[in-house]
């Protein structure tokens, strides 16, 4: 018996041992039980049932004498006394054996736990017992559920339980030596320790966020947690509320209404806050053989799944420390028809034998609806009977279950039910338990929450963990933040009291990026633009300081209860309470909304469907707008109080010219809490922006706290719900999504540090991960491309390494990210980054075979190359081939396939244990990337924040690829763009030559008058000729369904080039007709007039004789201008603003070359001194399978190209002669006629040619030619006005003769 014991058949042990008393080889007494137990299993079923019953009235009826009563009360107590010190011995010698007597009690920190260790790396089997806990928390980290069959078999010699009379050779063995086994013989060993044994060890020795930590993952791999916990060392009980408090779980329970059955669910709900009934189980005796945890898993999974460890026993001594305790699981409906049960259910198991273990079974009466005995009614005795007397005259349900009767069912009881197990299968016992379940909790009062049960503990002098002096004074200040919150309706609360991060900060960011993309310049230079727009910046941080200086109740509150504690911590327990409070608040009101989003999402499809009328799908988007605004305003989080607390150092930082001491305390409480493991915000998610400035002195705290420590960092990347959280959580143990019903928006970063014994062996000391907001599917309704765009670019080359994960093996919405991010690196090659990206493919059914892995893998890298050659080429990047050109990536050990999560049907299925394995094989992958990967790509910790703040602006600055889906739209869009721009010079060339026709006839006298009539007449034709065009290639080209969504769009825009070329054309002919009448009319008078100069040329001098100086000659000539010239005209309305063209140079440049990166500081600090030359790195592309063999240019082609730029700007210079030398004024369509030059001579040099000139270099080339052009320009500009605004003719045929008449007045005084 013993040697079957040892080897963990305890059930065989007891029939062996049954067996043998009736046998007759006990003692007496056991023989007559024995005996009497007989009988009464060979008793009939009615003769049992009768027998039973009388049994029960007798022993209910008895009462215990006095004496018995002092016996039971004396000799109990110095038995426990003794057991509690031997339990006390027994309990330091396995922690010893765990090497965990440092950690005891309750010394084990998250800093011990959430480190990257050599374990992570090599093994999670244990070498010693010591390292058992180390490897439980491995397997538990990873979601492993096998972490219960963990045992370490090192200690064990196979020979050591054989008898000594045994070792002798197999020739000596006789049959009487093999089978005669004596137990003076056998020698005492030393047995393996109890897998529970380790999980309650590393829960008496961890504090209460590594005991919360460890509950969340053993609730995810289904075991049942710990609910009442006994001291090894004491005879305490502890309720562990705080550490329960974070459980969370889902469920869908079917409603009935008459005949109509509809699902609720719940989703991701703190199971400490509802109300649930609570099924208790509990073994009365010592000699009861069914398993009770083994018919709770019955009940729970039908056995699929050992949610209660169940093959533990009293008389089994590996387990030291289950007895007396009392676990808890819950039972989550799915909605499905097998479910067992309707609604949520608790079903608690106290460990051991009920008797001994009277406050818990009291705490187990207090707070159960029904309580579930098992037991054996030949193990009847005076305590057993005090204890049932007890339960039968509770007003709560009752069902007993006796293990030797059978065919015994008190179907029409109230709520006291008693069935007989005996010749049941488990199936069986758990459909009769079901039944009765269900019917006696329909009868049962209102449950209880399980923070409630707080009540009842205390009434039984346990000791709870939240009573702690930290747990109250955080719980306190958590409250006063409540209830400052719920003063405020919900989706006001971000509006009047976190109002810097709202439309301020908003606004904010958009003058920012516009800074940067100018994208609204307009009428105005770029330094001119970008002054406005700093004043508007600095304007928006005042009143933002305004806000601070006024500083809410709330942001007192938290300033105050994040002071960091370095011994108590107490701002971590103030952020759990205040997560949790917050999750209250504002829960109900988001599930509701969300409903309404899902119901109106489901109303605007449906309307896209029938292609209803474009205004009633316009007012359900109105509806769905509105929805989701108040969703975004009513989500609430501690993540968005760290916001404001940003959003307050920067707003001081900038407005303020004093050193305000929250400068200095904001970022250092940020980075305190950065370090102790709390996710910070990287990037808002709100407003999809970078707070540089906050975020630099987050790092800069970092920094001097940490000693500037080598940091490796782990971007990851994913689809909203393809499983990203949940990766991260089992590969690191972070838990990023903080408020109740959303997932992480923006980036968030996580510090995690590395074993100090393995920073040498990987080349740094951190793990930075940036986990970022799941990425929405593409068929979304008015998907903004841009936010999603960005915010993948900038983790991707932030990261050393960026885990990209994917639901499935459909790559096809993460590529389309993939392809702009490829752009977007390629655009910003200045900074020099070379990222690495790994596949995770989630949820893979079938097994790949090698076969179908290397065709998978040659797809793929095909796939990836594809569109990495089809950037490449869009951004002429002639150096780039593949895809590992730009993002370092090796198809054969970057991808890695998961299997499914859940072993089973959510919500009470498993983990998979190989979802685990594959967690395990990707966390190695990555750490031996990390450790692979160059020292120099390695940065500090001060490094990065300078990483972040190049990136972010490149990022910024970039005001074209972000606006697109993919490379395809890219490439469509440029192709369109091209054809748009050939029939803008079409209207414009057309336009110019109308001009021209116009000028000759007006110049010739034959018009005298041109209305707007008649220039729309000769414009509107080649306007609906190019607009047919449009139209046809929108309709024709192979890329029109991409094309559709723009087509609105260039439809106005050339509508609004003719109005604008049109409105020219108008004022021109306008100028030119009055400038022609000025002219006649001026040389219709002038005659006259020069003949009265001669006349009176005498005049100029004196009475005394004297020459007039020039003062009193201007004064007579004018006042004779006057009377005869000037007053013949008369006033003329204001003429038009004259063109600002360098202002126009700008923003021609602007749109035309608006794809080129960095287009807008090319243009700003353009040199217009530097003369144009030719760069061929960057001016020229070469055939790149050319290249391979010879120089990228050859000096020929060099020729060429030398000959055909001199051409270029020659032919420009005589374009821009031709346009002086007609005297038709300035026009904007001279700088595109520039362009136009430009493009067709550059194109036409390309043609039949190896090589090709870029858009750089018509781009620095247009630069100088403009500048030189634009000289010209203004000239043309002055005379053009000169001859045709009266005023100014005038004035000039003023400074001519008043010139002649000075001249001939000195004349005629040299003559006299």
Aim: glycine fraction near 4%; proline fraction near 3%.
């Amino acid at each position: 018996m013993e040697v079957l014991k040892d080897i963990n058949q305890r059930d065989l042990a007891e029939k062996f041992r049954q067996a043998m008393e009736k046998s007759g080889s006990s003692t007496d007494k056991a023989t007559k039980k024995s005996k009497k137990r007989k009988q009464d299993n060979e008793a009939g079923p009615d003769e049992e049932s009768n027998a039973l019953s009388k049994k029960f009235r007798n022993i209910f009826s008895k009462k215990k004498t006095p004496n018995e009563s002092a016996s039971c009360s004396r000799d109990p107590q110095s038995s426990n006394d003794k057991e509690v010190i031997t339990k006390h011995q027994h309990f330091l010698d396995l922690i010893r054996r765990l090497n965990l007597e440092s950690y005891y009690p309750k010394k084990m920190t998250n800093v011990n736990i959430f480190l990257i260790s050599k374990t992570t790396l090599y093994d999670t089997e244990p070498k010693t017992e010591g390292d058992l806990p180390l490897c439980f928390l491995e397997k538990l980290l990873l979601l492993d559920y096998h972490l219960r069959y963990l045992v370490y078999r090192g200690n064990i010699d196979p020979t050591s339980t054989v008898s000594q009379t045994l070792r002798t050779t197999e020739l000596e063995r006789t049959f009487q030596d093999f089978f005669n086994i004596k137990k003076t013989q056998s020698t005492t060993i030393q047995t393996n320790i109890h897998p529970m044994d380790i999980q309650m060890a590393i829960f008496h020795c961890a504090d209460d966020f590594i005991r919360q930590y460890v509950l969340n993952k053993l609730s995810i791999c289904q075991f049942a947690l710990p609910l009442l916990v006994p001291n090894p060392c004491n005879s305490q009980i502890e309720f562990p509320l705080w550490a329960l408090k974070q459980i969370r779980k889902s469920w869908r329970e079917v409603e009935k209404t008459g005949w109509e059955k509809t699902l609720k669910n719940y989703n991701s709900q703190l199971i400490s806050r509802r109300p649930i009934h609570v099924v208790s189980f509990i073994r009365v005796g010592d000699y009861v053989s069914t398993s009770k945890s083994q018919i709770l898993n019955t009940l729970l999974s039908k056995g699929k799944h050992d949610h209660f460890f169940h093959n533990f026993r009293k008389d089994n001594n590996r387990c030291l420390l289950l007895e007396g305790m009392v676990e808890i699981c819950w039972f989550c409906p799915g909605g499905r028809a097998e479910d067992r049960f309707e609604n949520c259910i608790a079903f608690t198991n106290l460990h051991g034998n009920a008797e001994i273990h009277e406050s818990q079974v009291k705490f187990l009466q207090e707070v159960s609806s029904v309580t579930v005995i098992l037991l054996s009614t030949s193990d009847f005795d005076e305590k057993i009977s005090s204890l049932l007397h007890e339960y039968w005259k509770l007003p709560k349900a009752l069902i007993c279950l006796f293990e030797n009767v059978e065919n015994i069912m008190d179907e029409n009881s109230a709520h006291k039910v008693r069935i007989g197990i005996r010749n049941l299968n488990n199936i069986e016992l758990a459909d009769k338990i079901t039944a009765t379940l269900t019917q006696l909790l329909k009868k049962s009062g209102s449950p209880h929450s399980l923070t409630n049960w707080a009540n009842f503990a205390k009434k039984y002098d346990f000791v709870i963990d939240e009573d702690q002096k930290v747990c109250q004074e955080a719980g306190k200040k958590a409250v006063i933040l409540r209830n400052i919150l719920e003063k405020v309706k919900l989706h006001e609360i971000k509006e009047k009291l976190l109002p810097l991060q709202g439309s301020l900060w908003h606004d904010w960011c958009k003058k920012d990026k516009e800074l940067h993309q100018l994208r609204e310049k307009r009428n105005k230079s770029i330094e001119e633009y970008r002054n406005d727009i700093e004043k508007e910046k600095q304007k928006i941080r005042c009143e933002q300081y305004h806000k601070v200086i006024n500083f809410s109740d709330l942001m007192n509150c938290l300033q105050e209860s994040l002071q960091t504690h370095s011994e108590t911590h107490t701002e971590l327990y103030f952020l759990q309470e205040l997560s949790t409070l917050m999750d209250e608040l504002i829960t109900e009101e988001l599930e509701k909304l969300h409903q309404q989003h899902s119901n109106l999402l489901a109303q605007v499809r449906t309307e896209k469907e029938k292609q209803s009328k474009r205004d009633s799908l316009r007012d359900w988007k109105d509806d769905l707008d509105a929805v989701t605004k108040k969703i975004n305003n009513s989500t609430l989080g501690t993540e968005h109080l760290l916001r404001e607390v940003g959003q307050i150092y920067e707003a001081l930082e900038e407005a303020s010219s004093k050193a305000h001491t929250l400068l200095l305390s904001f970022p250092q409480m940020a980075a305190d809490l950065m370090i102790s493991g709390t996710p910070m915000e990287l990037m808002d998610g709100d407003a999809s922006y970078v707070p540089l400035k906050w975020v630099t002195a987050v790092f800069d705290k970092v920094s001097e706290k940490l000693k500037d420590k080598r940091v490796f960092i782990l971007s990851v990347l994913g689809l909203k719900n393809s499983g990203k959280s949940t990766l991260l959580n089992a590969m690191f143990g972070l838990q990023f999504s903080f408020s109740a019903g959303r997932c992480t928006r923006g980036a968030y970063m996580q510090l995690l540090k590395v074993e100090e014994t393995f920073t040498e062996e990987l080349g740094f000391d951190f793990v930075l991960v940036v986990d970022t907001e799941g990425l929405q599917a593409s068929e979304l309704i008015n998907k903004a491309w841009n936010k999603e765009n960005e915010l993948a670019t900038f983790v991707i080359g932030l990261g050393n390494l960026t885990l990209i994960n994917i639901f499935g093996k459909d790559l096809s919405e993460i590529q389309d990210i993939l392809q702009i991010a490829i752009h977007a690196f390629l655009r910003i090659k200045q900074l020099n980054i070379s990222p690495r990206c790994l596949f995770v493919h989630q949820n893979i059914d079938e097994i790949i075979d090698t076969d179908q892995s290397m065709e998978r893998q040659r797809w793929l890298q095909e796939r990836l190359d594809e569109m990495t050659l089809a950037a490449a080429k869009h951004e002429q990047c002639s150096d780039v081939s593949n895809f590992n050109d730009v993002i370092k990536f090796d198809v054969k050990t970057h991808i890695h396939y998961f299997t499914h999560l859940w072993e089973g049907f959510p919500p009470m299925a498993p983990p998979n244990p190989c979802y685990s394995h594959n967690v395990q094989d990707l966390k190695r992958r990555i750490l031996k990337h990390a450790k692979e990967e160059s020292r120099g790509s390695i940065l500090k910790i001060s490094e990065i924040k300078v990483r972040i703040r190049d990136l972010w602006k490149a990022l910024v600055n970039e005001n074209f690829i972000f606006w697109f889906k993919n490379t395809q739209e890219v490439l469509a869009m440029n192709k369109l763009e091209a054809m748009y721009k050939s029939w803008a010079w079409e209207m414009r060339s057309h336009v110019l030559d109308l001009q021209s026709q116009l000028n000759s006839q007006i110049q010739n006298g034959e018009v005298e008058e041109i209305k707007r009539s008649l220039i729309d007449n000769r414009v509107v034709g080649k306007h609906e000729n190019i607009k047919q065009e449009l139209e046809k290639y929108f309709r024709e080209d192979r890329d029109r369904d991409i094309l559709a969504q723009w087509k609105e769009r260039f439809e106005n825009d050339l509508k609004n080039l003719k109005e604008e070329l049109t409105v020219e054309t108008v004022r021109k002919c306008g100028d030119l007709i009055s400038g022609k009448k000025i002219q006649d009319l001026f040389k219709k008078h002038i005659v006259k007039f020069e003949h009265k100069l001669e006349k009176i040329k005498g005049m100029a001098v004196s009475p005394s004789g004297k020459e007039l100086h020039d003062k009193e000659l201007r004064d007579l000539f004018n006042k004779i201008w006057s009377e005869n010239i000037s007053i013949l005209f008369f006033p003329t309305l204001p003429s038009a603003e004259d063109p600002d063209i360098d202002i126009e140079l700008e923003n021609i440049l602007l749109e035309h070359f608006k794809q080129h990166p960095n287009i807008v500081n090319i243009i700003r600090y353009r040199d217009a001194k530097k003369p144009f030359s030719i760069n061929y790195s960057k001016h020229v592309i070469t055939s790149q399978n050319v290249q391979i063999y010879g120089p990228s240019v050859e000096d020929f082609e060099k020729d060429i190209i030398e000959k055909k730029t001199a051409q270029i700007i020659q032919l420009v210079k005589e374009t821009t002669h031709t346009r002086e030398q007609r005297n038709e004024g300035y026009s904007s369509s001279y700088f595109h006629e520039i362009l136009q030059v430009i493009d067709t001579e550059a194109e036409a040099a390309s043609q039949g040619e190896r090589f090709m000139l870029t858009n750089r270099y018509k781009l620095e080339l247009a630069l100088q030619l403009f500048q030189e052009a634009a000289k010209s320009f203004k000239k043309m500009c002055i005379t053009f006005k000169r001859a045709n605004n009266p005023v100014l003719y005038l004035e000039s045929k003023r400074e001519e003769y008043f010139a002649n008449f000075k001249l001939l007045s000195k004349t005629s005084q040299n003559i006299d």
